[in-house]
């Protein structure tokens, strides 16, 4: 057989999202694509902001002289400079150029990261509703993930984190505007996370890293400052992504960005460039790079995600389903009506309605909805919605 | 301490090419630009063919709705079909999209490729001289390195390869035109090559497969045809890069092409695609993939890099040096004048000249030049090499 065993299981566990773009894609060529509401994927329907276009305009008219070549695998010191100086506007702590290295998007952080910090079994803890794929980039690295729940709100469970970890606890991944449920961690909760942190490091005496995944953290509502992780807790370190903010998720463009204050920060840093590079990655687009270097306090409009989350959470709600409201990201997590999630996507796939069954995330008995979407296909689902609910007695 | 040990360990060992990347840096700005000849990178200092350029000024121009966003981790089935339709031109062998899978550049593919076909333990053969990242790409999915010197002209030594296959071995990568030799290898050692690995299968009752990493296929010299390696042999699987053949290193575009006589090929390209996506890249990025489709009977101009082979090769046989005169890519192997080849190039540093020691692709007693550079830069390095050569006694 041409794949490695355990390439095969995790294939056939997982990718529920993906397979659910690709039911997407057949139902769409049968039932042609207006008939179709795909609320699988969080794929923005916005289009990249003006900026963005008219950056990338001016780059291809003047093509400056090498600006395609290798550079420095940690990317070039001016993109880093920008993001640096955009990160100490935002988190209130001084990074310099130094901690910053440009990579292939978010997932490419979180691989080169964990590629980088974890031994072999080494344990790795995350907050169920999680992004799946973490499961993967874990397992890839030779990790091992520790799931923890969050509570009734979505938010980290600081007893039950607490009570996870061991003397192999390398690492506490979390997300926040987190996918799948749209929840923003609270300052609060993220000050006590810090606390709990340090004190299990002296406790077991190795050293635990924070590491925030945040492609969403400028797609925020109600007028919400975005609750910093980074600031609470020294052993922090940020993986980010253009995806979002910026409306080009196909581009892969993100950073690393180790704390200021973490131990041995700079053996840190040599270690994240030496894995993009020896990944595969080797760094991330050129072209990319010059475009975000001038982009980086711009950002989509998030009030327009911000209408549409009202739009369904008003909907949904009114027709019986249970949800949290969330503050960010653009999903929405509600409760299945039934505990077989799985048996409710497909019950909503009948009407021609795509979403996520919540084991995708580690959660199940919920199901996902992306929303980033034209309101013509958010109003088109609510009829599905509808006769889902009342099929299932809401 | 922040990074894994075995990280720290492949740091410390390897990375010649970057590490001499890094010291030219503070070279320059030491003595200045001018005054350094760095030989040591291979970022072509050619610019992107016409004809990239005002592609991406049309997209940029002209932005479609979408072009940013998402497609199927394979990549856009358009740029897959004209990536197919290409290949089955230059090989003779019919590809369709389904075979193609477009990932960031080739160490993208190999890492890739590996991560999908690896059991732990599993070894892949390479051949030295090779380019130094194999043994970390390797590495990363717990493979075992398999080193298997090439003959005198750097061409595979088949009774070698042959006595190196054990049941354990799952891959044969090579890499023609060679990094670091330049050398070409020949259609009746691919043919060769290919029946040797179909008897090894046939013996040993696993499958193995030729990987054969190609950036360098479109950089050949003296009106040679490539010799393809793929329609010798049924398992194997194509890793390309862009970087070359339209120089543009920094942006990371290319694919895994798997042959469409592989055994299991749908399963293999499946598991191709997650691991693309699992790995952190997701997909390859979406602006270069809307580029290349346009440009694949594109290249820059070879002969150029013919005309600098040939000024090097004349100058350095005169000096003395002694080396395979190549017949693509761009570089040169020459033999060290001392076994030593580290302090033979920290000799070369004292006169401004960059190059890499042999010892970095698996090859000690060889330095490799890189010659994807200016003019003006060759002949600066002249009198280094003039100087070298004597105080060695050539």
Same mark, same amino acid.
């Given at each position: 057989m041409p794949i490695a065993s355990h390439i095969r299981k995790n294939m056939g566990e997982g990718g529920w999202i993906r397979r659910m773009f690709e039911v997407g894609l057949v139902m769409k060529a049968q039932h042609g694509a207006d008939n179709v509401f795909d609320l699988s994927l969080g794929n923005p329907v916005m289009e990249p902001p003006q900026e963005f276009q008219q950056e990338l305009l001016r780059l291809a008219r003047q093509p400056a002289a090498g600006m395609h070549r290798y550079m420095p695998n940690a990317g070039y010191p001016e993109t880093r400079q920008a993001v640096a100086e955009g990160l100490t506007q935002e988190t209130g702590v001084a990074f310099t150029r130094d901690e910053i290295v440009m990579t292939c998007g978010a997932a490419a952080a979180l691989n080169v990261i964990l590629r980088t910090i974890l031994n072999p079994g080494d344990e790795v803890i995350i907050l169920s509703p999680y992004f799946g794929e973490y499961v993967y980039y874990i397992d890839n690295h030779q990790g091992m993930p520790v799931i923890v729940p969050t509570d009734a709100g979505f938010q980290p469970d600081l007893a039950a984190i607490e009570a996870a970890i061991t003397p192999r606890t390398r690492a506490l991944l979390i997300n926040?505007?987190?996918? *799948?449920?749209?929840v923003v961690y609270t300052s609060q909760r993220l000050a006590a996370l810090g606390d709990l942190l340090r004190r299990a490091q002296t406790r077991h005496g190795g050293q635990i890293f924070l590491i925030s995944d945040e492609p969403y953290r400028r797609i925020i509502f109600d007028g919400l400052t975005y609750p910093q992780a980074? *600031?609470?807790?020294?052993?922090s370190i940020i993986a980010y992504s253009h995806a979002k903010d910026l409306a080009l998720p196909g581009e892969r463009i993100g950073y690393v960005a180790v704390s200021p204050h973490c131990a041995d920060r700079k053996e840190l840093v040599d270690g994240v460039v030496f894995c993009h590079r020896t990944l595969g990655f080797v760094n991330a687009p050129a072209l990319m790079q010059h475009v975000v270097r001038a982009l980086q306090g711009v950002s989509v409009d998030a009030s327009q995600y911000q209408r549409k989350r009202d739009f369904l959470c008003g909907q949904l709600t009114e027709m019986g389903y249970s949800l949290v409201k969330p503050q960010g990201a653009f999903y929405l997590f509600p409760k299945s009506p039934i505990p077989d999630d799985v048996a409710f996507v497909e019950a909503l796939q009948e009407y021609n309605v795509l979403t996520v069954p919540g084991r995708g995330f580690g959660t199940p008995g919920h199901f996902r909805i992306a929303y980033c979407l034209e309101d013509r296909v958010l109003e088109g689902a609510m009829p599905g919605f509808a006769r889902a609910a009342e099929r299932f007695g809401l």
């Open positions: 926040s505007p987190n996918n *799948p449920s749209g980074l *600031p609470h807790y020294e052993n």
